[in-house]
């Protein structure tokens, strides 16, 4: 399709016909041309055109919009006419021309979209969610827990699975931030406050620990057991009990304490691990279940780069960090704010302020004071949606210089059972 410009010398509804058998209009050719972004039929079309402008478009502005309106109107009842035929194949030409071959907006290449460069697809559904350690580790099958048939990612740190979410080589990470015998597991914590991904949901597994060594190899040999932290302290009491008054060090994980004792074959070594880690690495299980409480649960969070929209139709958590100038006689109005509305708290967890670790406090009469700064992080049972919870950080921002809400997500309603053996 061609477009005209008004002249003062021609007028343009004189050269607007519709085909007829009558001859076909043709216009003088000469430079100026402005075409159609659809295909252009030159077999059919007239000559390019181009009129020298008189004046300026402002002085042919009538004309110009008169010939606008004619040209639409022809397009509306031509492909109204082919409608009426039934003939949705045939486009009938502009102006008598069959100048338009239009595109089926069926037929259009659709624009990237955000799930193009990185899908994310149905929940659980091969979905990529990195945790802390090696195959055979507790947080591997948190993961599985957490998101049915994902693929899994380990990472050799926590900081690592943060960083794989924000980088956008994982969807989710899943990671450990309690223990019921352990406690906190305080890193995981100060990563939270670091990052800026958010919680979205929970999930508590129950620990079933065992004492892993090379095949044939007795506990009578053992000089050493080597395993992460968390599970050297949650079954001291047990390794007493059968005589292990042995080394014990601690490793990244539990699944990698395993796997440096088969890799390094090892045999005055023992690993406390999971059975899927006795399995994956090939080692005996000397002892089982020699935790020192059979209800040993961890419970995991599963982190996300967006939020998800809180809901009042189940069960809902909310985790907040804030922290006040003026130290910690704040706590008091705070945990007020949630008890005057009913609401339950779970969690309180103190760690330190490492912008600010040490606030001083100077008194003419007593002297200069030290005290400690701490963040402050609660975790409690109602949804951001709630009005109740909505209203009580309201109240909690007035006492507050630094507040931030990490996530408001389902609560893991999962039965409970002991932890045993798979």
């Known amino acids: 399709m061609q477009s005209l410009s008004p002249s003062s010398s021609i007028n343009l509804k004189s050269i607007i016909r519709t085909r007829s058998p009558s001859p076909t209009y043709r216009v003088v050719p000469t430079r100026l041309v402005v075409q159609c972004a659809y295909q252009y039929d030159s077999a059919n079309a007239a000559a390019s055109a181009n009129f020298n402008f008189c004046g300026g478009v402002g002085s042919c502005r009538a004309d110009w919009q008169s010939t606008c309106a ?234 996300a780069r967006e939020p998800i929209i809180p809901r009042t139709d189940r069960p809902f958590k909310t985790s907040i960090v804030f922290a006040h100038d003026k130290g910690t006689s704040v706590l008091f109005k705070v945990l007020s704010a949630f008890a005057f509305r009913n609401i339950s708290l779970t969690k309180i967890e103190s760690r330190p302020h490492r912008n600010r670790p040490i606030r001083l406090v100077d008194d003419a009469n007593v002297g200069t004071a030290k005290h400690f700064e701490y963040m402050f992080y609660v975790d409690f049972e109602a949804s951001m949606a709630d009005v109740r919870a909505q209203n009580a950080l309201a109240e909690v921002q007035e006492f507050t210089s630094f507040l931030r809400v990490l996530g408001s997500y389902p609560m893991d309603m999962t039965p409970w059972c002991p932890s045993r053996g798979d």
């Open 70 to 303: 004619i040209l639409a109107s022809k397009v509306v009842s031509q492909q109204q006419d082919t409608e009426k035929s039934g003939n949705s194949d045939n486009i009938t030409a502009v102006n008598g021309h069959k100048t338009l071959d239009l595109v089926p907006i069926e037929n259009r290449q659709k624009p990237l979209t955000i799930t193009d460069l990185s899908p994310a697809p149905m929940h659980g559904s091969q979905l990529r969610v990195a945790y802390q350690g090696v195959p055979g580790a507790y947080s591997e099958a948190a993961a599985g827990k957490a998101y049915p048939n994902c693929e899994a990612i380990p990472c050799d740190q926590f900081e690592v699975a943060f960083q794989a979410v924000e980088l956008w080589i994982a969807d989710r990470a899943v990671l450990p931030v309690e223990n019921s015998l352990g406690g906190s597991i305080h890193r995981n914590y100060d990563l939270l406050l670091r990052h800026r991904l958010h919680i979205v949901g929970e999930v508590q597994l129950p620990v079933h620990h065992c004492l892993l060594a090379l095949p044939g190899v007795r506990k009578e040999y053992i000089t050493r057991v080597i395993s992460h932290p968390q599970a050297l302290s949650q079954c001291e009491l047990t390794l007493t009990k059968l005589g292990l008054n042995v080394t014990r060090e601690a490793v990244d994980d539990t699944a990698g304490a395993a796997e440096f004792v088969a890799a390094n074959n090892l045999r005055d070594t023992a690993a406390i691990a999971s059975v899927r880690a006795a399995d994956l690495y090939g080692l005996q299980i000397l002892a089982d279940g020699i935790q020192d409480d059979s209800s040993n649960m961890t419970r995991f969070v599963m982190l």
